[in-house]
């Protein structure tokens, strides 16, 4: 048998004796050059025979070839790619050949795992421990050498890296806010690491520029401000989004500060909800210890038992900042928060914040923004129009492949007024195309990755409409699951009523756990139960949901569906895991 | 001829009725179900009969199958994409067929690509106007709308995204500070963006939250510091590193600015190289702004001829900040400037930042840290193992893929003192394993993009002698344009003496201006010549180059080397170029 690799000179080995293999590689080459050097390719590799004759002999009876031949033709080894290193890919002279067959084993792989994520026969996860991985699993060894690897051990690597991994995209995979694996997000990465450029000027991302300005407008349309006008820029995530929201509202009422810092402005106060454990009150509180408002001056709001903001406490927290000498300057209203998915009142918060007579206000929509693509469900964040910047995140409910974020801005030239430093080099004045394309100058940033293409060509395979279905398919399931567990037994709901985004939060009782008295002792054991049943998840790899305690409740189970290939199946699957898991604690 | 798509249920299309092309199917088919179907896509796909057959002719006597076959069997169509939409692949209903279609011809797409990315035949870009963008190319149009495209349209508007970009990997492309394209990282970023997870937690990413920590450790002990300790974590880029390494130093030593905000502080006061338009200034200028210390409050210090920043300038600023009741807090040192390549000097910086018995100090290797890497030209950094942090940017000098950049701590405890906010939620100390693994509450993100496998793939696949001898070619080549057009005719250096990184900065002039007196006419015109020069490499598109003015000097060119597949004879074309394009100006 040949188990020579191809010659860099293009073609199969040559040192192949087989003539049936031969002939089919002169057929293959009839293909051109590439196409043939890739079916070349996939029948050197195949070295699975058995699976191969079977499925052959199921499939096909019109062999051109006796089973003989077709046995000697499939006993190819794979592409030797032991002796093939990174020196040997392009740049290197004959290296497109290597290059293209590394490429496709590569892709060979991720198709493999592609598959397997949306099939349910498959694990979410194969969980390991840090240790565990850290020695060494089978031949995967994490450390970093002197000397090079292998193209074999790299495509190895790369295997491995995926088994230890967490199938975010399974159907049963409900852990985060950013769940699923769109395909056409994903061809859309692959084409953005293959064009590896920079959003910084025109110059070298033309077309990735002017489709983040023309998705940017579209969203503001959305949003409802007129024409569309104003500003924005996609950041690398919600965090920082946030982080410029403040900043520009810093910026709009207190310039002097970017050049004479937090002394200029005298104990400016920011309001956000007090749900502690929320995403969006963590990442404006990094932001008002990073942008040095200090976390103190952060000023948290009261909640109703649905985790909304309510406007009388704002409105008594603002009076009395402003008693004690402070400014109120920001305030947060967030739309889809973390754990109960609550949508503040935007529209009151608006008219007490006018009253008030204070500074800035804006919307934050990380979670929820994507319900604007709703005819259904936009009304939740009705008023939205009226704030002074919008954080939407794509990569969210909308299914967009991480990272992709977008702070969007009402007023023009805050943005760049905030940020601009002039960095001549950059933008120079002298270039010969309209330079107001370029948006370095606009971000905190200086290089920053291209986030726009996959979201921009989801938008493109998708329609609005896309979208829209996606959004209204996912709280029809949180629906259908709360429907189920509202009366069921065992179940506990953590806050009355239906929810307004897709997160659904419950206990699990076990058995042992119903009966006993409200008190401390059983408080302590529920508390002890979702860890328990999401260990025992992890252990046995079926399914991923959250869990989390809030203010004085203990433990509890948020589910939430962002995922495009959860059905009512995998809801019922989840439940039928948590009861199976659960039963015995 | 057969036109139809395959079936979703598998295989070829139903309405071939060709011999030839079913038995080949059929044989396709025995190669397990994904081979046969990759196969038969190929087989399909192909509608270039005539190149097909010249090349069998030339290079196949052996054929199976007469010629009259072999042509009606390529004579097929590229499957139709034009009925199939997003909604038809996974997780749909049989969508796993056209997934993997749709995905093997984006891969096809993206190899052409590449390989045309190699070949100096093929030009940098092909420029147009952002206007003509706009107004639509032939088809492609950037306009989102509501109803979903075809994936045939889909995959045109990739191929022309491709088309009207910029080849960053181009052997010519010598723009930015991150050019190349490098096979293993980007097979690397396919993987990332095919797992699509996210750094916050161990649970989510085990692998690459592990391979991010002892990447980092294997860095700190290239820095030098003792058995690699210390902490650190990739960011979005080297600003927002940076912005971390101000934090950090903040944090250390003024830890109740956190809490209560920069008027806790007084007067803190930065230092860093008055290269005005210098990278690592745009980005500390831009975190003076952001974190509330006001740029007003970054002191600049002058620096040499060849752009060093002069120690004694430092000492004399910081008595006098001192004086004036500021108090230094941090200095940056600069390990490669933007512009000049410049590396400031490490130790005698630290010596004098010690006597002032001020506060915190760092250096930045964000375009020089991959000199780390370098036997020859480490030196260059001498003195970076007494820094408190260091900003490495893996994705300039090393060749990763964007984005991919480091801050690293030197001292344990301060990154996560700085940045945690305990959110519960997310880092549960119930949880089943080792919770100080997850990263999350060290970073000012919360999602936060998994940058690290790239990087690691690389490593595992060349080695540190891999990086070592990339970085050592990359200064050999600028060597050799530096002793070229140092003495040649019509060229100017910027400053004297060898560059100390890959950055070459010079003026070419014209033969119409050599003659002229120095003047301000001279002046005047020298100006106007890179901005003409370069526009005419962008319409022709042959190569491209950087130039801005610096201080009082006239637009010159920098030329920085960090594309692994440039040569000698590319060096030597750039320098034709310029001189081709500028001969008449």
């Not at 979410?124 to 031949?139: I, N």
């Not at 509180?285 to 406490?313: C, H, M, Q, W, Y």
Request: with cysteine.
């Amino acid at each position: 048998a040949c188990v020579q690799a191809p010659s860099a000179e293009g073609g199969c080995s040559p040192g192949c004796r087989d003539v049936s293999y031969d002939a089919w590689c002169g057929v293959a080459h009839g293909c051109t050059r590439k196409l043939g050097m890739k079916i070349c390719g996939f029948l050197q590799k195949n070295n699975n025979l058995e699976e191969k004759i079977s499925s052959f002999k199921e499939r096909s009876s019109k062999d051109l070839l006796d089973n003989s031949d077709r046995d000697s033709r499939f006993r190819r080894t794979e592409t030797d790619f032991s002796n093939l290193f990174a020196r040997d890919l392009l740049p290197a002279k004959n290296g497109e050949e290597p290059t293209m067959q590394f490429l496709l084993e590569v892709v060979d792989i991720l198709t493999n795992y592609v598959r397997k994520t949306f099939d349910r026969s498959t694990k979410v996860l194969d969980f390991h421990h840090p240790h565990q991985l850290l020695e060494g699993m089978e031949g995967f060894n994490l450390e970093l050498s002197d000397q090079p690897e292998s193209l074999e051990q790299i495509l190895v690597d790369c295997r491995d890296t995926l088994k230890y991994g967490v199938r975010t995209g399974h159907p049963r995979f409900f852990n985060q806010l950013s769940t699923g694996l769109d395909i056409i997000g994903l061809a859309g990465e692959w084409l953005t690491s293959t064009a590896n450029t920079n959003m910084f000027t025109y110059e070298i991302a033309p077309v990735f520029v002017l489709m983040e300005q023309l998705t940017l407008k579209k969203m503001r349309e959305i949003i409802g401000w007129p024409d569309g006008e104003g500003d924005g820029i996609f950041s690398p995530g919600g965090a920082i989004s946030n982080m410029y929201s403040v900043m520009t509202a810093r910026y709009k009422f207190f310039p002097d500060v970017k050049t004479k810092g937090m002394t200029a402005a005298h104990r400016l106060v920011l309001f956000t909800s007090e749900h502690v454990s929320l995403i969006h009150h963590y990442s404006i509180k990094k932001a008002s210890a990073a942008l040095g408002f200090g976390t103190e001056n952060l000023i948290l709001l009261s909640t109703d038992e649905r985790g909304r903001v309510i406007p009388a406490d704002l409105e008594a927290k603002v009076i009395d900042a402003k008693a004690r000498g402070c400014v109120p300057m920001f305030v947060n209203a967030t739309a889809g928060s973390t754990v109960y998915g609550a949508f503040d009142p935007i529209h009151e918060i608006a008219d007490i914040w006018l009253i008030c007579d204070t500074f800035s206000w804006r919307a934050k929509g990380a979670w929820g923004g994507g319900l604007l693509m709703s005819r259904k469900h936009r009304h939740k964040l009705s008023g939205v129009e009226r704030a002074n910047s919008v954080t939407w995140n794509p990569h969210k409910m909308m299914g967009v492949p991480l990272q992709c974020s977008a702070i969007l801005v009402r007023e023009r030239g805050v943005l760049s007024g905030c940020n601009s430093m002039c960095a001549g080099y950059l933008f120079q004045p002298d270039k010969q195309y309209d330079v107001s394309y370029d948006t370095g100058d606009k971000a905190i940033q200086c290089g920053r990755h291209v986030d726009i293409f996959k979201f921009w060509l989801m938008w493109k395979a998708k329609g609005t409409i896309g979208f829209e279905h996606h959004i209204d398919k996912c709280l029809d399931l949180s629906h259908y699951l709360y429907t189920k567990i509202r009366d069921r037994e065992g179940y506990q709901m953590v806050f009355e009523g239906e929810p307004q985004h897709t997160n659904v939060c419950f206990w699990y009782l076990p058995p042992g756990i119903r009966d006993m008295p409200d008190g401390q002792e059983r408080r302590d054991r529920l508390h002890k139960v979702a860890p328990k049943i999401k260990a025992l998840m992890m252990e046995s790899g079926t399914t991923m949901v959250g869990y989390q305690p809030q203010g004085d409740k203990v433990n509890f189970f948020r589910m939430v569906i962002s995922n495009p290939a959860a059905t009512r199946s995998d809801i019922d699957f989840l439940t039928d895991e948590i009861e199976r898991l659960g039963h015995d604690l």
